[in-house]
C-alpha cells in the first residue's frame, strides 16, 4: 500500500492500528531513536507515524533503512527551506504550477530549470535530516508502524542516519541514558558488516575495543573498562544507536514474534483481504494482536492484611521503594506482589471512604495511586528489572555522597545532585589520570551544582592549581572548601599542599598550626609542620 506521494498528511486520521500487523505505542516509552534501531536491525518495511500535540511526521523505511521523511510543521516544508536558503527567487516561483505537496513541487523546480536533479536531491536529503532531527527530539506523543503503508518506488534517499542517532545520544542527559537500561545483565555484541561508521571520541572508542566475537556484559565491561557508570553506559548507548552494537534481550518496542509475523506475512494477500473485508458494511475492523499474554484465572482469594487506615497511610507515604508501599519483601515473587496489590486495593479503595473529611480522602487516593503505580511497575519482568536496576543506582550514589560528607535524606535524589556527582566522578577520573584541562569542566560542572560541597570545591582547586593563570582561582576554592569543611583532614592537607607547591612555606605553616588546633592527633600533619620548621 504506498502512498499517493509520500508527503502528504492528513490532519484529523486517528494513530490506531489497522491490521494485526500495525504496532503502537508512546514515545514517552520507546523513544523514536530506538524503534529505529529496532527496525533497522529487523530489515522491516513500512513507516513510522508519528504524533505529538498538533504536529505529525511520517518516517518510511525499506529494508530497515530510512529513505524519506514528511512533516506538517511548516519549517519543514520544502517551499520553506527553498525560501530560507534563498535557493530560487520567490518571483520565479510565480510561475510555477500549484503542487499539492513537496514531491510535486521538487519536480515542477526541476522541470522548469529552475534547480538541477542533483540539486534537488542534495535539498531534500538535508530537509529529512532536518524533520529527523526535529522528531528525535519529541520525549512525548504517539507512535504508529505500518508495514502496509510505504512510500513510492521512486522516493529513495540516503540519510546519514547513524550520524544522527549518534549526536542525539550524546546530547542525551546521563540521567536519562541511565534510565534506558534494564539491569547491568543486559549484553551487547559488535555489529558487523556496518559501512558507515560516525566519528567516535576517544572513550567510545575504548568501550568498542572491548567487544570481540562474543556478546559481553555491561556488569563485566563496566569492571573491565575501569570508567565511571555513568560515563560507561553512555558510550555504550552511544555505540547501539549509531549501529556500532546490538542488543540483546531488553524492552524492546516489537516482540520476536511481532516481527517474525511482520517478515512472514504475504502483504498482498493482507491488502486484498483488508480491501474485501472494507466493502462488507457490517464487519468490525481486525483487533490488533497483543503481545501480552492475558493473566491467569484466579483460583485462591487473597488474605486480608490486617492493618487499619491510619498504619496503611502511614505505610504507603514513608515507602522509600516500591517494595515498602506494597509491603513485600524486594525477593517476592510476581504472586505475592499480586496478592498483596490486590489486598490493598480492596481494603482501602477511595470509593469505600467518600465519606471522609477532604484531606484524609486526598491522602487516601494519593496512597492508591502509588500503590497501583508500585504494582504496574513490578507485575512485568522487565519493568521490574529496570526498576531494581534503578533503586540499585540510587543507593550506590546516596552511599558515594555519603562518603563524601554529604547529609542524604530517604528520598529521591534531586536532579542537581546526581548531575553533581555524574560530573565529579568524570572530572576526578580526568584528574587521576593528569588530564587537568579536561578535568577542570567537569569539577566546575559539580561545584557549580553543588556549591556548598566541599570536596567538589577542593578538587575543582587542585585541578586548576595546574593551570598557571588560574592559582588564584584554585586558592579561592580550596579557602571555600576548608570553611565549608573545616575538620576535613584531606581538604585541609590540600590547601596546605597548594601553599607549598607555590612556595608560600609562611601560609602553608600558619595553615598546618590552624589545622592542630583542630585536630592535634593528626599524624602527616605534624609530620609537615616538622618538616618546615627545621
Not at 471 to 480: C, D, M
Request: hydrophobic share 40%; with cysteine; aromatic share 6%.
Amino acid at each position: 500500500m504506498n502512498t499517493p506521494h509520500g508527503s502528504h498528511l492528513s490532519d484529523n486520521s486517528p494513530m490506531i492500528p489497522q491490521n494485526s500487523l500495525d504496532h503502537s505505542g508512546k514515545l514517552s516509552v520507546n523513544p523514536l531513536a530506538e524503534l529505529l534501531v529496532e527496525l533497522e536491525q529487523a530489515r522491516l518495511d513500512g513507516s513510522v507515524r508519528l504524533e505529538s500535540g498538533d504536529v505529525k511526521a511520517i518516517v518510511y523505511l525499506r529494508a530497515g533503512s530510512i529513505t524519506f521523511a514528511v512533516s506538517n510543521a511548516r519549517e519543514h516544508r520544502l517551499l520553506n527551506i527553498i525560501l530560507e536558503q534563498n535557493l530560487v527567487d520567490q518571483t520565479q516561483l510565480a510561475g510555477i504550477p500549484k503542487c499539492s505537496n513537496d514531491v510535486e513541487l521538487g519536480a515542477a523546480l526541476v522541470n522548469s530549470k529552475l534547480i538541477s536533479a542533483d540539486d534537488l536531491k542534495n535539498i531534500v536529503t538535508g530537509q529529512l535530516e532536518r524533520i529527523l532531527v526535529s522528531v528525535l527530539s519529541w520525549t512525548e506523543g504517539n507512535w504508529h508502524f505500518s508495514p502496509l503503508v510505504r512510500s513510492r518506488e521512486d522516493l529513495g534517499f540516503e540519510v546519514g542516519v547513524h550520524k544522527l542517532l549518534v549526536n542525539y545520544a550524546r546530547c542525551q542527559p546521563m540521567s536519562a541514558v541511565m534510565g534506558r537500561f534494564k539491569s547491568v545483565q543486559e549484553q551487547f555484541e559488535r555489529a558487523n558488516g556496518k559501512s558507515e561508521n560516525p566519528a567516535l571520541q576517544a572513550h567510545e572508542s575504548f568501550v568498542l575495543e572491548r567487544f570481540g566475537s562474543e556478546p559481553r556484559a555491561i556488569e563485566d565491561l563496566t569492571l573491565e573498562c575501569g570508567l565511571p557508570e555513568n560515563g560507561f553506559l553512555h558510550a555504550i548507548y552511544v555505540l547501539w544507536l549509531g549501529g556500532m552494537l546490538h542488543r540483546r534481550d531488553w524492552n524492546a518496542a516489537f516482540s520476536k514474534n511481532r516481527i517474525a509475523a511482520i517478515q512472514n506475512a504475504r502483504i498482498a494477500l493482507i491488502k486484498k483481504a483488508q480491501q474485501a473485508a472494507a466493502v462488507a458494511k457490517d464487519v468490525k475492523p481486525e483487533e490488533p494482536e497483543s503481545d501480552t499474554q492475558a493473566p491467569p484465572p484466579e483460583t485462591d482469594k487473597p488474605k486480608q492484611p490486617e492493618i487499619d487506615l491510619d498504619q496503611y497511610l502511614a505505610l504507603v507515604e514513608s515507602g522509600a521503594t516500591h517494595y515498602d508501599v506494597l509491603s513485600v519483601d524486594p525477593k517476592a515473587k510476581t504472586d505475592e506482589i499480586k496478592s498483596s496489590y490486590l489486598n490493598l486495593a480492596k481494603l482501602f479503595h477511595p470509593d469505600r471512604f467518600h465519606r471522609e473529611s477532604p484531606e484524609t480522602l486526598k491522602r487516601i487516593q494519593g496512597a492508591f495511586s502509588n500503590v497501583q503505580s508500585a504494582y504496574e511497575t513490578l507485575k512485568s519482568s522487565d519493568s521490574r528489572d529496570n526498576y531494581d536496576f534503578k533503586v540499585r543506582k540510587e543507593l550506590a550514589m546516596k552511599k558515594k555522597l555519603k562518603e563524601q560528607g554529604v547529609a542524604v535524606g530517604e528520598g529521591k535524589i534531586d536532579a542537581k545532585t546526581e548531575q553533581g556527582l555524574e560530573s565529579f566522578e568524570v572530572g576526578l577520573s580526568l584528574l587521576m589520570d593528569g588530564d587537568f584541562e579536561r578535568a577542570i569542566p567537569f569539577l566546575g560542572r559539580a561545584a557549580h551544582y553543588n556549591p556548598d560541597n566541599a570536596l567538589y570545591r577542593a578538587y575543582l582547586g587542585k585541578a586548576l592549581a595546574h593551570e598557571d593563570k588560574q592559582r588564584h582561582r584554585a586558592e579561592g576554592e580550596l579557602q571555600a572548601a576548608v570553611r565549608l569543611d573545616p575538620g576535613n583532614p584531606k581538604i585541609r592537607l590540600m590547601l596546605i599542599d597548594f601553599f607549598m607547591e607555590q612556595n608560600l612555606l609562611k601560609r602553608a605553616e600558619g595553615e598546618l598550626k590552624r589545622f592542630l588546633e583542630i585536630a592535634p592527633e593528626n599524624v602527616e600533619a605534624k609530620k609537615l609542620l616538622a618538616q618546615l620548621q627545621n
